[in-house]
Every structure is written in structure tokens, then in C-alpha cells.
T-cell receptor, first 114, second 114 residues
């Protein structure tokens, strides 16, 4: 089982809709979770971090964490064509010498159609 | 402005050459990382460092080596480049605050070995 799993997509949504991106992780004691956006040919850009169960909102973005289900999601409201990118879920390791290292999923490619 | 810099952005080099990819950060972060990413694929951690004179190998075996003589500088070296080393190399840094550390990426170096 991979440490961080995401549906690779592509996920296609119309402009103005809500895009929902999902991620599951295997390490039950992970404490830190991050969403990065990566445009084609560019480096990842941090958009959200979440550490506690529940929702965290920042503008059009909402991160949701459910540690019991080992599940983290990202909602993008009022999706814009400029949101078209690959969204990477990252989980911080919480054990041993590699504590704090971020492990990334393969990413979900989002396409927002005008 | 606090940032993380990578040079060069693009490099095309012949087989057998020695190369050094530079990474510097002005964010005051203790932890630094090198990730490798092939097009359309996930990020793989190849090296990380907790601070000066600390270097560790990551999850993906790599023939590259790293050094950390200064807090702000974390160069990656390939002694003899091969076509299999063709990839994008991404440097990142984070504060060393347990497992709650957000990582920020440089712009990446796209390496092509011919």
C-alpha cells in the first residue's frame, strides 16, 4: 500500500463549479497534511495545510481532514480555468529519523472548462 | 524577500560530465530537501538535511550526493551524468518544528543528459 494515494484523474469540472479532490494515507499517526498546486512544468506551490480534524477554509479553498478514516480532501469553490493544474497531497512522516519529511501522492490533474 | 533559489533552471549536458545543481534559501530554514520528479510522475525524496553537516538519503536511491556546509546552501552533485539522470530536480526547505513544517519549493532544475 502506498503511503499517500490520490486519484490521478483527470477531473474535469465546469467553470464556477465545486471541484473535490481526495487523498488517503496509510500512516495512522501522521499529524500534518498539505495540499500543493503544480502547474505543468512548474514547481509545487503550497496552498493549504491542515493539522486537526475538521475543515479549514482559506478563500475559495477548504481542506477537510478525517484522521479516523485517514482521509484528507480539498474543495475548490467557484472553480476558475486558472485553477487547472495538478493538485498534490502531501503527508508528513511522524516516525524515526525521517520525521517531518513530506511524502507526496501522485497528484490529481484538474481541468476547469470555461 | 525570503525565497528559495535554484540554478540553473535548465541544463543539457553530455554523458560522463560532472554537474552540480545549486540550491540556496534565505528563509532561515533548518531543513532542506531534494526531490526528483519525472514528467507526469510523483515527487520522490532523494536527499534531506536537518542542518549544517547533516545529510541523509531519501526514499529513492540516487547516485547523486549532497553537502550542507552552510545553513542556506544545499547543492546536489552528480559525479558522472548518465541519460538515466534526466529528470526535474526540486529543492525545498522547511522549518524544523517537529512534524508541523510546511515545505517551500524552488523553481526546479530540468536536467537533460545526452
Amino acid at each position: 500500500q502506498k503511503e499517500v494515494e490520490q486519484n490521478s484523474g483527470p477531473l474535469s469540472v465546469p467553470e464556477g463549479a465545486i471541484a473535490s479532490l481526495n487523498c488517503t494515507y496509510s500512516d495512522r499517526v501522521s499529524q500534518s497534511f498539505f495540499w500543493y498546486r503544480q502547474y505543468s512544468g512548474k514547481s509545487p506551490e503550497l496552498i493549504m495545510s491542515i493539522y486537526s480534524n475538521g475543515d479549514k477554509e482559506d478563500g475559495r479553498f477548504t481542506a477537510q481532514l478525517n484522521k479516523a478514516s485517514q482521509y484528507v480532501s480539498l474543495l475548490i469553490r467557484d472553480s476558475q480555468p486558472s485553477d487547472s493544474a495538478t493538485y498534490l497531497c502531501a503527508v508528513s512522516r511522524n516516525y524515526g529519523g525521517s520525521q517531518g519529511n513530506l511524502i507526496f501522492g501522485k497528484g490529481t490533474k484538474l481541468s476547469v472548462k470555461p | 524577500e525570503a525565497d528559495i533559489y535554484q540554478t540553473p533552471r535548465y541544463l543539457v549536458i553530455g554523458t560522463g560530465k560532472k554537474i552540480t545543481l545549486e540550491c540556496s534559501q534565505t528563509m532561515g530554514h533548518d531543513k532542506m530537501y531534494w526531490y526528483q520528479q519525472d514528467p507526469g510522475m510523483e515527487l520522490h525524496l532523494i536527499h534531506y538535511s536537518y542542518g549544517v553537516n547533516s545529510t541523509e538519503k531519501g526514499d529513492l536511491s540516487s547516485e547523486s550526493t549532497v553537502s550542507r556546509i552552510r545553513t542556506e546552501h544545499f547543492p546536489l552533485t552528480l559525479e558522472s551524468a548518465r541519460p538515466s539522470h534526466t529528470s526535474q530536480y526540486l529543492c525545498a526547505s522547511s522549518e524544523s518544528v517537529g512534524g508541523y513544517s510546511e515545505a517551500f519549493f524552488g523553481q526546479g532544475t530540468r536536467l537533460t543528459v545526452v
